[in-house]
């Protein structure tokens, strides 16, 4: 399975301490990249620098950038999933689904946003806009790591 086709988006990110946790989970996961777009305040200042020192020091590679579209021409998937809660995220995450299309090496996008109230109708129509099946919202955080977890603890090597 080509896990490198698997690419995970932060994206509209105010806080500098969410940056860092979540490019920790990122790395903790083995992903090559760690992708952040539209980082604004402390989280521009800060978390972007903290994000690419932790980035090099452990031979991956970060990508800032602007906005959605930049982040779409850039990467060129075949398939986006938009996370959002229930009832903005209106299908349930498969794992199954994204690990056969890893098989089929095509290029996944997973879209997480950073900050409340969350991602617009716009942002949303922009992929597939899906949910964790909790009996209430995780975070950005938890979602990430549910979502990552699942794929990984399914995938068949």
Known sequence: MEMENLNVVLYNVHSSQKIKEITKLLIGF???SIIIARALGSAAQEGVPDANKLAIKNDKNILYLKDLPDVMDIIKPSKVYVFAPKPYGKNEFNPSEI???LKNNEKILLIFGGSAP???KRE???G???YINTPKDVGTTG????ALYEIYSRQKI
């Open 30 to 32: 083995d992903l090559n």
């Open 99 to 101: 690990i056969q299309e």
């Open 143 to 146: 979602t990430i790591a549910i």
């Open 124 to 126: 949303l129509d922009m």
């Open 118 to 120: 969350g991602l617009s």
């Open 128 to 130: 597939i806009p899906t």
